[in-house]
């Protein structure tokens, strides 16, 4: 089969001069014509296709920017600057713990006629159940919340933010390991171990302890 040839143009014109003897037909190749570059229809069209994918790429990039950031305002809570304390006990029965601590330190318990903080009922089914405590003294909600662990019969307390229960905005809401110095961060949290976590550590121990003799 003979290979097609292109003709010469005249090297006078001011034009490049191509030897078509050694181009096939189903090669791609520049053409030069008038001092401008002529691409083949193939090749437009690929340059084409990957402008329009590196577009829509963007455009994915841009929307999931946007949708994470709306999803983390609309939620207001992040959850990852949550502080968690371990007990090795299960969800329900943690729960079921502090119920009863609360009941005997009702110093520690919010206002029952408080219709945000004033749990006495629970919703064991959520995954991050809420729990409110309360520091008399300094006029302060504590939120917290119970999670299961990845560990058979094993729960935890996350406390995640100090309310001030007379700001109705929660425009002024303190949350542990984000929003306050690390000198507050830490005062804040010896705190709460001192006053809930370690004494309800002491309660779970006695009860198995006294259950054991039993």
């Known amino acids: 089969m003979k290979k097609s040839k292109i003709k010469n143009f005249d090297s006078q014109e001011g034009s490049p001069s191509l030897n078509g003897d050694d181009i096939n037909r189903n090669e791609q190749f520049q053409l030069y014509r008038n001092g401008k570059i002529y691409l083949p229809r193939k090749s437009k069209t690929m340059i084409k296709k990957k402008y329009k994918i590196i577009i829509l790429v963007l455009v994915i990039i841009i929307f999931l920017y946007f949708f994470v950031k709306f999803v983390t305002n609309f939620t207001h809570i992040s959850y990852s600057s949550i502080e968690y304390y371990k007990f090795e006990v299960s969800k329900l029965e943690l729960l ?11 110093e520690l318990n919010p206002l ?103």
Do not use: C, W
């Open 112 to 214: 029952i006629d408080d219709p945000i903080f004033g749990n006495s009922e629970y919703d064991k089914n959520v995954y991050m159940a809420p729990m409110f405590f309360y520091y008399s003294d300094k006029q302060r909600v504590l939120y917290t919340v119970v999670v299961e662990t990845p560990r058979k019969n094993q729960s935890a307390i996350g406390f995640y933010l100090i309310i001030n229960p007379k700001d109705k905005s929660r425009e002024n809401d303190e949350e542990i390991n984000f929003s306050l110095s690390s000198a507050e961060n830490k005062k804040q949290l010896k705190l709460f171990e001192e006053r809930i976590v370690n004494p309800l550590h002491k309660q779970i121990q006695e009860k198995y302890r006294h259950s054991k003799k039993h």
């Open 96 to 106: 079921s713990e502090i119920v009863k601590f609360k009941e005997l330190h009702p």
